[in-house]
């Protein structure tokens, strides 16, 4: 799950899609969705969008990194690559966006703690912003988003904001305030026309990372 940087793409601005499964754990089911994910982000950014795995990542040569989700139990991922994975990203400064997984990988790489879930979540749900100050800024205090997970954040890291919360997970969203790390628990990139609020939520992202579609489509 990797692109080459096609031709002519110099000077263009690059978001690097980081798949945060472990090494041969990937199924056809999330390669697909790994796949859908980074269609609906490229939709909204003129940015050169590529994909790579988390463990294969040396130094991100992006503008700004989303990581994915995760289809397997974090237990089964090599303990060695996820410390090194951490160690990258502490060494980068560019925005980052944590989706799912790919939050509590901020989290842990922050010196939080993560945990089963109280109740495992599958299909699009109420999510309620408490703190609307950057990446959830113009949205309604209520949104509804895709939520597909059963770890959640059991110990936010000093220093982080708690942004959105819900009636089955407390830890919805979360935004560091040393560096420019944002994440959600629940998926904006699973957004659809009847549930529009994810879009609303990866564009605010690509503005804060200035990637935004130079033509709205």
């Keep these: 799950m990797s692109t080459t940087d096609p031709a002519g793409t110099t000077g263009t601005k690059r978001l690097l899609f980081v798949i945060s499964e472990r090494e041969g754990g990937i199924t056809p089911e999330w390669r697909n969705r790994y796949l859908e994910a980074e269609a609906q982000i490229s939709s909204l950014t003129d940015a050169h969008v590529e994909s790579r795995h988390y463990w294969a990542i040396e130094a991100p040569d992006a503008d700004a990194l989303v990581l994915s989700g995760s289809g397997e139990p974090w237990a089964l991922h090599a303990p060695a690559a996820l410390e090194r994975f951490y160690d990258v990203l502490r060494s980068y400064d560019g925005p980052v966006l944590g989706i799912c997984a790919g939050m509590q990988t901020l989290v842990r790489a922050a010196g939080g703690s993560i945990g089963p879930a109280g109740q495992s979540t599958h299909g699009f749900a109420r999510v309620g912003i408490v703190d609307d100050s950057d990446l959830f ?16 954040v059991t110990d936010v890291p000093s220093g982080m904001r708690v942004l959105a919360t819900s009636a089955t997970c407390s ?38 990372a200035d990637l935004t579609a130079s033509d709205p489509r």
């Design 137 to 152: 800024a113009g949205c309604s205090p209520s949104i509804e988003v895709f939520q597909d997970h059963s770890y959640e």
């Design 171 to 208: 830890v919805e969203a979360i935004a560091a305030g040393d560096r420019p790390w944002w994440g959600t628990q629940f998926h904006p990139e699973a957004w659809d026309r009847e549930h529009p609020d994810g879009q609303a939520i990866i564009e605010s992202f690509l503005r804060i």
